[in-house]
C-alpha cells in the first residue's frame, strides 16, 4: 500500500518515519519505469483549515501515498511538505493499534541515539495502524544504524584510543589521516562501508 513506498523513501532521505510539519524539502519518489497510474481528478476537503494527522496525497504518475504528519497539519501544510503532490485528503485515523514490548524497546534505544524524537513517538501508533510490518521494518533498519562506525571500514582504533576515522574530512582532525568520530556514532553517516 502506500505507505510502503512512503517508508522506503523516507528511509532514503531521512533518519525518521514521520513527516515533519515544517518539512519542505522532500520530494516525491521518482515514478516507477514500467507503471503509468492514471491520475485521479481529487477536490479539496470542504474545510482546509482542519488539521489532521493522516493525509493521502497524490502525485502525477504514482499511487496514493499515506502520510503520517507529527505534529497534525491542515490542508495547505501537508501539499508545503511535498511540493510534488497535486491533491491531499485527509484520512481518518485507524484506531490506536499498541506497540509491541520489543519494538518499544527499539524504539526508545534509537530515540536515546537520537535518531527519533517526541513527533515520532506521537506518530508511531498510527503508524502502526497504517502499515505494521513497514513501520517495524523501518524501526528495526534505524535500530542498525546505532553504532555503525565500529562495524565500518573506516573505523581505526589505535592504541588506547576509542577509536577514529579514515572516511571523512569533515570531521574533527586528530592526527595524520584519522579524524574524530561523530557525535552519532556514524548512525546519520553518509559514508558508513560496512
Ligand atoms: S564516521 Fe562514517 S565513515 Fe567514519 S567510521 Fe563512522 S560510519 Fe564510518
Redesign the pocket.
Known amino acids: 500500500m502506500g505507505l510502503d513506498a512512503l517508508l522506503s523513501r523516507l528511509e532514503g532521505h531521512a533518519v525518521t518515519p514521520v513527516t515533519a510539519a515544517e518539512t519542505a524539502d522532500v520530494t516525491a519518489k521518482p515514478a516507477p519505469a514500467l507503471v503509468c497510474t492514471l491520475v485521479t481528478p481529487v477536490t479539496a476537503p470542504a474545510d482546509v483549515t482542519a488539521r489532521a494527522a493522516l493525509w493521502l496525497l497524490h502525485f502525477p504518475n504514482l499511487d496514493p501515498v499515506a502520510v503520517v504528519f507529527a505534529p497534525a497539519v491542515d490542508h495547505a501544510g501537508a501539499l508545503a511538505s511535498y511540493p510534488a503532490a497535486i491533491a491531499a485528503e485527509p484520512i481518518p485515523e485507524p484506531p490506536a493499534v499498541p506497540v509491541p514490548a520489543d519494538l518499544a524497546a527499539l524504539f526508545d534505544a534509537c530515540a536515546k541515539a537520537g535518531l527519533y524524537d517526541d513527533a515520532d513517538r506521537t506518530a508511531l501508533p498510527a503508524m502502526l495502524a497504517l502499515d505494521a510490518d513497514g513501520t517495524r521494518g523501518l524501526i528495526e533498519a534505524m535500530h542498525a544504524r546505532i553504532g555503525?562506525?565500529r562495524r565500518?571500514?573506516?573505523?581505526r582504533r589505535p592504541g588506547l584510543s576509542d577509536?577514529h576515522?579514515?572516511?571523512?574530512d569533515d570531521?574533527p582532525h586528530v592526527y595524520g589521516f584519522m579524524?574524530a568520530?561523530?557525535d552519532d556514532?556514524?548512525a546519520r553517516?553518509?559514508?558508513?562501508?560496512g
Request: charge should be positive; charged fraction near 20%; include cysteine.
Open positions: 555503525r562506525c565500518c571500514k573506516h573505523f577509536g576515522c579514515t572516511g571523512r570531521l579524524h568520530l561523530p556514532g556514524g553517516c553518509g559514508a558508513f562501508d
